[in-house]
């Protein structure tokens, strides 16, 4: 029986400090739409019925008891909604912060030659004559930020993430000793060797 109280304090103190955290944590928006909620339920011409003043009691004290018994399975949830949430930011952080290093760059190359190369030939005129063809605005937004003493290259970069490593190739403006911008063009999957392996 011991063992039974001490199951329902820990639930006990999980669920107060769940409530705490939600309460700190809750947006301006969520306790606006919860307080509208409660008014459709419980305001009205019936609000001081018996039956309504009941159900005010009942009703949190039913829905926190079952919490309290089943306080393991929320806990669970919360800590699996939050390795979610962090991977995903992870993620996001990581596809954001992809930048091509010196060491990545492979051949120098002129405007005119990326122009050349990657013109679009299409003989039924469906695609654009022009470089990178429907693609061509991104090309253009890229070449107006060179500079004149500013440099070109060809690039292939490793890009590891936690499923599947990628190599990638496209272009960079080298500035100086340093790449300020960069126009992926291609990329394929590669396999991760046994460092990369978690």
Request: glycine letters at 6%; a negative charge.
């Amino acid at each position: 029986m011991i063992y039974l109280y001490g199951y329902l304090l820990v639930g006990v103190f999980v669920m107060m400090g769940a409530l705490v955290l939600n309460r700190l944590t809750e947006s301006s928006e969520n306790r606006k739409t919860r307080q509208i909620l409660y008014e459709l339920n419980f305001s009205g011409p019936d609000q001081h019925k018996f039956s309504t003043r009941i159900l005010k009691i009942i009703v949190p004290i039913l829905g926190l008891t079952f919490a309290i018994i089943t306080w393991p399975y929320w806990l669970y949830m919360r800590a699996l909604e939050e390795i979610q949430t962090s991977n995903q930011s992870l993620d996001n952080q990581e596809e954001k912060t992809f930048t091509v290093n010196v060491t990545d760059l492979v051949k120098c190359i002129s405007v005119a030659e990326i122009e050349e190369i990657e013109r679009v030939s299409d003989p039924m005129g469906a695609v654009p004559d022009v470089a990178f063809g429907f693609l061509n605005p991104m090309w253009e937004k890229f070449k107006a930020g060179f500079e004149s003493d500013d440099e070109i290259w060809t690039y292939q970069a490793i890009w590891k993430n936690n499923w599947q490593n990628e190599k990638r190739f496209g272009y960079a403006l080298l500035r100086g000793e340093g790449v300020v911008d960069q126009l992926m063009t291609n990329w394929e999957y590669v396999e991760k060797d046994s460092s990369d392996q978690n």
